[in-house]
Every structure is written in C-alpha cells, then in structure tokens.
C-alpha cells in the first residue's frame, strides 16, 4: 500500500444528520474489505474538551484507552470498527489554538504575526497527518463537527481545501446534507442541498460524494438533479433513508455502494466483497429477539438519551447476545419518590443507577438502589452508582445513618465515599480527574470473576472520589464484598452483594468498552440476570 488516502466528511443545512455515523459505517465497509482505517473528528468549539461541558450541551464525554475526554461520535467508530481510539482522534479549536498560542510564546514563529491562515490552518493539517503517521492506515477518515457555513468550522473547511491540494488525486470529500419532505406539497426539496454545497465552494472545496439524509427515497430524476446542480457524477449521489437502528447504516451504505464510489475515486482496486457475516448475524438475532425484558436506567439526565449513549448501545450488544430485547425505561432520579417506589418500578427486571456529578438526584438514585437491594432485582451501579450503592448500604444496613460521599457532604460522620488523595491537591477542573484505562484484580470465587472469567482485566475510569477504604471491614462482614481492586493504589473497584441474585456496583465504565465485536461481559451478564428474574416472552 502506497500513500495513505484521505477522506474528509462534512454537513450542510443542519446539524445532527449523523455525520459521525456516515464515518463509521464507511470504516467499517472498507475494514470489511481488509483495508487499515482511523476515524477523527474535529470539533469546532473553543472547549478544550468536553470534559467540562454539561451532557444537556454535548451528550456522553466518551473516554479513551489513553485518557483523553472526547466527543461521543468517538464512541460509535469504536463499537462499529471494534477499534480502540486515543487523544489523536478527537481534534477541538481550543486544542488547535492552545497549540499555536503555546509555540508563539516560545518564540517558535520567530517573530511572525501570528494568524489563521497559515498557522491555525497548518496546525489543524499537522493533527490530521499526525493520526496517519502514527498508526500507519491506508485511509483516515476526518469527520468536521458542525454545519458549513459556520463562523466556527471556516478555519476547517481552509485547511481541507489546502490538504486538497497538497495530496492531489488521494483525498475525497464527501458532504451529508438533508434532503427534506414537505408534506403539504408531498415533494422531496434539494434547494437545501443546492445551497450547502454552493456554500462550500465558495469557501473553495467542491465535494465529490453527496450522502443525502431523507425520510422517503430519492428517485433517480431527484439525484439527477442534485447530481447537475453539485457538480457530481449521478453515482456519487447516495441516498442515507431513515433506518430502524444505526447498526443498518453500513449495510445501507453497501447497498448504495458509498464504499465504492470512495474507492473509485481513489483509485484503489475493488476486488472482493466485504466480509460482513459477522455484521449481518447482529443484525438478525437483533430483530429476532425470542424474549424481552426492562430495565430501568436511573440518571438525572434522561430527558437527553445521548448523556447515556453508550450505556444504551451496550444494551443493544448484551441484549443480541442473550437472545432479548432490553426495552430501557428511563427514570428521573429527581422524581423517584420512596412512597411511590413499588409503581415506578413494577414490570422492571433490573435496574442501572447511572453516572455523573453533583448532588442532585443523589436521594433518588439511592431509593432506587434500595429497592433493588432490598426486592432481589438485579443492579448495575456505574461510577457514581456503585457509589451510591455504598451510601445506601453504610446508612440502611450498617447504621450509619448519615453516611455519604464528602461530594455532596463535607460534613458527613461518615464519609464513605471520599476524595481521592491525588486529586485533593487539583484545582483545575478540565482533565484532571482519573482518567483511562487501569487496572483491577478480581478476586476467584466471586460473581465478577464468573462474569469476566480473569483474575486481570483493566477498564476505563472518569472520576475524583472512590470507597473510604477505612470503612472497608464493615462492608465486607456485613456481605458488601470488594470483589475487584487496583492494587497499585489500593482501590476499590467492584463491589457485589453476596446475599443478591445479582447486585454489582463498579467505579469504571463498562460500557466504553462495548462494542457488536466484543458486548462488555458485565452487560452480557447483567442482561441475563434480568432474564432470570423475568418470565416474559415474545410471542
């Protein structure tokens, strides 16, 4: 294999059409065809991160093997590609130009005014090729957060234009648009599309693929037309109609052949199918499930189903494997009131108490976690819900009355959940926390142990506070055993109820590590176990 090839992904008319989907089921198309693929995506917000950013702002901040708080689009390349991402992948202005505010002030420029173009705009071309040199891919594919024609995304669109140049025949830009329905005219409208592309060129990028996001199909006199107006070739208008799940796409964009229009414009060859089996399997035990159960999922923001992405995708891969669909009822934890309990959660077959930060919902989540406890309905605790999982135990069998987490309670007498000891000394909020993946030694004998089947295993973390080791004795003789444990820092990181049918509580985030290749083991499990605890079918 020669140069690597580049392919940038763009949006037009509005935003949320799915790029990062696009992305990741062309990933998968041409990693099914053997082909070596990298996806990043730029965003272009002047955070840092989004670390700091409220999930009702920007959904899940998914984190990577190696630290990095990242946009959720990183989530969907690795449950499609099956591949683990890193700090590389995920590109914000704010990184761009903390870079060349770093270089000027140590005289890097050697005097020179110091502007977009060309020194954001090389900075952002040095992120892109960064990813290529380091992992040796034959395409990476960059997906352009936000819409074209925002102020924010320009220095973006600069930079994909001058990469157009300098790699000559080895880059292709395909742009998602939408394509809308006007019901009182009954017709399909592409003036939208017309004017998004025309936006484009006049920032000096003509696209060559055009992937239409519609709720009806295109006929061949609509891409014709589009094809005429965007100055495309007919094959390379593609048609991205509503799906019932985005596990279709990839198979969607087969069928419309989005893989080889990429490739014949790149010229590489085309000489086998893609190998999907694997793919197509999901797909059909997914919609043929021969059972179904519900969970409850209880977090303080579920209003916004992207602040728990990747928790719902894991139960799509654990439900497949188990033969079921988890039907996930979302829960306020603000709104769980304890005399109104028993209604809440009638017909549930198991409960997940959700992470986060901050007090509010804590008293919700605990009642939750109480009723789990206490009816032998399965539980998941995630982060914040394993640790509330302790708070709820210290008060309501140990006796600790007025335990809690110094989080929410400086004061408490019983600090059961406190803060880290390497973190007391942080001030800073962005990028501070634990973070990435470390390690936990589960102990034989125990549910975890059963579940991952390894005394070894390492898992991704996002957190500042964890088990008040001091109060590790109680727990474990009144039955809330530490199951797994960092030994390097002496951490809690699993703990399970012996007196439970399924009751386990975990300081990391499993469902980082999910993927249809590889369902997280905790899910899969917890997914049975609810099974067990259910008798309903699908008829």
Request: charged share 25%.
């Amino acid at each position: 294999m020669g140069k690597t090839k580049y392919i940038f992904v763009t949006g037009g008319v509005t935003s949320s059409l799915g790029k990062g989907i696009i992305s990741a089921s062309l990933a998968k198309l041409l990693q099914a065809r053997g082909y070596k693929v990298a996806i990043q995506k730029l965003d272009p917000y002047i955070n840092i991160d989004p670390g700091t950013l409220n999930p009702y702002e920007h959904g899940e901040c998914f984190v990577t093997e190696d630290g990095a708080e990242t946009d959720l689009d990183l989530g969907h390349y690795e449950r499609f590609s099956n591949m683990p991402t890193s700090q590389d992948n995920n590109v914000t202005t704010g990184k761009i130009y903390q870079a060349v505010i770093d270089k000027e002030r140590r005289g890097d420029y050697l005097g020179s005014t110091v502007q977009v173009i060309p020194h954001i705009t090389d900075e952002i071309k040095y992120r892109i090729k960064l990813l290529a040199n380091k992992g040796n891919y034959d395409f990476v594919i960059t997906e352009i957060g936000g819409t074209v024609g925002d102020i924010e995304s320009l220095p973006y669109i600069e930079a994909v234009r001058q990469m157009r140049w300098e790699l000559l025949h080895n880059s292709v830009v395909i742009h998602l648009t939408l394509v809308p329905y006007l019901a009182a005219a009954q017709e399909l409208k592409t003036k939208p599309t017309q004017h998004s592309v025309k936006t484009m060129l006049e920032q000096g990028v003509q696209p060559d693929i055009i992937v239409c996001r519609t709720e009806h199909p295109l006929n061949q006199a609509l891409k014709r037309k589009i094809a005429l107006f965007c100055n495309v070739e007919e094959s390379s208008v593609i048609e991205s109609i509503d799906v019932e799940t985005i596990y279709d796409v990839p198979l969607l964009m087969l069928d419309e052949k989005l893989d080889v229009e990429v490739l014949r414009k790149l010229e590489m060859p085309i000489d086998s199918e893609p190998k999907l089996e694997q793919w197509k399997e999901f797909l059909r035990k997914h919609k043929n499930p021969s059972r179904q159960i519900s969970i409850a999922l209880v977090g303080k923001y579920v209003e916004l189903k992207d602040a728990y992405k990747s928790i719902i995708e894991s139960f799509i891969h654990a439900g497949t494997v188990n033969d079921c669909r988890v039907n996930l009822k979302l829960i306020h934890s603000e709104e769980l009131e304890e005399q109104h309990i028993g209604e809440c959660f009638a017909g549930i077959d198991g409960i997940l108490v959700a992470p986060g930060f901050g007090v509010r919902g804590i008293e919700g989540k605990i009642t939750a976690i109480q009723y789990a406890r206490t009816q032998g309905i399965p539980f998941l605790g995630i982060c914040l819900g394993m640790q509330c999982a302790v708070i709820e135990f210290g008060r309501n069998v140990l006796g600790l009355e007025k335990a809690n987490s110094t989080e929410f309670n400086n004061e408490t007498p019983f600090p059961v959940i406190d803060m880290m000891e390497d973190q007391k000394k942080i001030s800073g909020m962005g990028g501070t926390m634990r973070l990435g993946s470390y390690e936990c030694s589960i102990a034989p004998g125990t549910l975890a142990f059963k579940i991952y089947g390894k005394k070894e295993i390492t898992e991704r973390h996002r957190h500042r506070y964890e088990f008040n080791n001091k109060y590790l004795d109680h727990y474990q003789q009144a039955g809330l055993i530490q199951s797994g444990i960092n030994t390097r820092g002496d951490l809690v990181e699993i703990v399970e109820l012996t007196s439970h049918p399924w009751f386990v509580g975990v300081q990391f985030h499993p469902e980082y590590k999910s993927t249809v290749a590889n369902p997280h083991p905790l899910f899969v499990s917890f997914v049975k176990a609810a099974i067990d605890h259910s008798t309903e079918t699908i008829a």
